[in-house]
């Protein structure tokens, strides 16, 4: 009888729509266009919002040694990622609630990604999706250095 009730249970576990994995932001145009984030870049990071206009004085500061953003070969730009030192290029995602990733060519939101919080001429704001890698880096400031107009030729 017990293994009855067992095998009963296993019968009516959840099965279908219930057991998917959660749906995916739908992928619409991003808000910014790539040419916004080409340039050479003055960088650092915050942890706290009260340290952020302290933080883009200290990136202007390394404008000395700017980090450069580059077009990449298809539609993207030139970056880094997280935890390695090679270039690849990244995508920018937009989704249908307003939100602008930026990231490999994967659902926009994914744990690599870094979602883009502001972005104007010269200033970037953005941080890692991934609550781990936020914590380790930050919420980065991108400032745009003197003479670093955005490039539209490809």
């Not at 700017?66 to 298809?74: D, H, L, M, N, W």
Request: hydrophobic content about 40%.
């Amino acid at each position: 009888m017990a293994s009855a009730l067992v095998l009963a249970g296993c019968a009516s576990a959840p099965s279908g729509p219930a057991m998917q994995a959660p749906p995916q932001p739908s992928r619409v145009a991003a808000a910014y266009p790539v040419t916004a984030l080409v340039g050479s870049w003055g960088v650092a990071s915050y942890r706290e919002d009260r340290d952020r206009s302290r933080t883009e004085s200290m990136a202007r500061q390394h404008c000395r040694l700017p980090y450069v953003v580059a077009r990449g070969p298809t539609d993207g730009v030139m970056m880094h990622v997280a935890d390695d030192a090679k270039l690849y290029e990244l995508t920018l995602k937009g989704t249908a609630d307003g939100k602008t990733y930026l990231g490999f060519d994967a659902p926009p939101g994914h744990p690599q990604d870094r979602e883009i919080l502001s972005l104007t001429d010269n200033l970037i704001i953005m941080r890692f999706v991934a609550p781990d890698i936020h914590a380790r880096y930050g919420t980065f400031v991108y400032v745009r250095c003197p003479g670093s107009g955005a490039t539209t030729a490809r």
